[in-house]
């Protein structure tokens, strides 16, 4: 239904007024910043019974075909987030008032939040809170995997086979709407009819994502009489089976029942073979067709519950690209760095798998109040002497610095060439033609230039470099040092006398007067030379937040800055 409004509705006073959280700033950016006359849909989840709504997302402008907008962007979302309501531009006259769903109004960079009884528009109250993670402090992440069957005749009439397809896609529907379900490594079942616990309860003490089994009832007659099954192929037709390897995320609310979480699971399902079953439609051929996949993605800088995709198994990122970008497109996220790249799909095996990751996260603070703390942007691995064989301990701490550098373009989705070794490194300088060829398995070390030469040369990735004159001078590029980690966030080698390291933050706090800017620096010491582990590094310093007095004051140093590329 729509309605004509001109001015925000009186709040009733006799009627509870339903809350509204803006948990995510870049969906208040996004609806704030409205000018044009459009509309798009308002994501999250709404509890209806303490009237509390939590907005994690907002699309893009939807197109002509509406209809066909919401279906795709329903497919994308886990069970547990839904399709809230629609938001509207002030150019917009038209507001969607239907009953159980919010209406978001953008005028003069305000937001007014609506909804209805079918009958009176009401006002919701809206709130914004900081550093809130809602599906962490909300939520709890619940994940099925299982692997199915879907058998069905295929014969030369293509559409016969689809009318097969979708009958046995029917079945496998009906089984799993019977299935029993189960939290894995527990006598726990969630049955339908069993309202006594909530998940906060159930699965205390259990990490994300929990994990859930499925089991499919035996059809089974009286007496236990043997069945025998028949199915009638006519000559041409032959029998086939594709597995699907069903990979479902639900997002459920500490409050759910088990029953709550049950349906969630079951819709989930249904949803994901029958998307699954598209993707086999648009390419079967006879004998021949394609295996479905299922890649989870949650870009957390900028939307707040994940994503599922089904695609072709094995397909690659290049055959991915006109779902990248229709995924960058509909939840409005910069076009600029990839977000949904396989790589970065959730619950792969790490690229770093034997390293540490993101080290400087447990780094103990600066000891500056206030002021200016920039930090690298997404994640790097932390490579130091001794590692993977290599005993570098006195020629490769710039290896080692390079190899932390080329872990951030891995881990961002950048490339999928894996992290180079030192012998790569050496390799590469010759191809380049910066080394004769006996540099080739020789302990030499290497410096700033060096390194932005190999990024180049091996990942194609470009790099500047800041020259400083004496140690004396760094904290005067301070400034620079913190507009490189706002813009292009990656980690910074940086080489002087016999030493490199690996810069990943930077602290400044402006003196007054006559007073010389305080700058502190986060820095990834490669010259660590024992166990990976996180107390230990951080405890003995080699990754900690150093003063001016850290730099050598007399030596000059090189600063190596990779830049990030432009793409998705």
Known sequence: MLSRVRDSPPTDPGRPRTVVVLSNPSVVGRLTGLDDAARGLLLGQWDREARRVEVTAATASLSDSEQDDVSAIRELLPPGIEILGFWFSSGSEDVPTTPGLLACRSEDRRLTFLETDGERLYTCESQQPLDRDPLREDNRLLRLRARLELRFPVCPAVEENLGSLYAAVDRLVARCRDAVYRISDSGIYLRGDDDSEDIADVLAGLNDPVNLDIFFSP????????????????????????????????????????????????????????????????????????????????????????????CVRGCSDADMLSVRRRLHSVFVLPGDRPLFR?????????????????????????????????????????????????????????YRSAQTLASWYLLQGYTDRAVVTHREIQTALVAAGDKPPEFVGCRRWIGSFEVSTVLDQVYGFVCKILHISS??????????LARHFQTEGTPVMV??????????????????????????WLILDPHYNGEDSVKVIVAKGWCGWKGQDFWDQTAYYNLCLPQRPKCM
């Not at 349906?263 to 295996?291: F, H, K, W």
């Not at 140690?471 to 620079?480: K, N, T």
């Open 219 to 310: 059809h089974t007659t009286p007496n236990y009489s043997p069945v025998a099954r028949y199915s009638s192929l006519s000559p041409s037709s032959s029998l086939i089976s594709i597995p699907l390897d069903v990979d479902l995320l639900v997002v459920a609310r500490k409050g759910s029942s088990l029953p709550q979480i049950r349906r969630l699971v079951v819709d989930g399902i249904v949803s994901q073979l029958t998307r699954m079953a598209e993707v086999i439609d648009d390419s079967i051929d006879g004998l021949n067709y394609i295996v479905p996949e299922v890649l989870h993605f949650f870009p957390r800088d900028f939307l707040l519950h994940p994503v599922s995709v089904v």
């Open 342 to 398: 396989r790589n970065q799909s959730l619950f792969r095996r790490s690229p770093v798998a034997s390293h540490l990751v993101d080290v400087h996260s447990n780094a103990r603070p600066s000891g500056m109040q206030g002021g200016v703390r920039r930090l690298v942007s997404g994640s790097c691995a932390y490579y130091h002497y001794g590692q993977d064989g290599m005993e570098d301990a006195g020629w490769g701490c710039a």
């Open 495 to 520: 080489g002087g006398g016999q030493y490199a390291h690996t810069i990943v933050g930077v602290h400044l706090l402006e003196g007054g007067g006559e007073s010389r800017t305080q700058v502190k």
């Open 471 to 480: 140690g004396s001078g760094m904290s005067e590029r301070g400034g620079e």
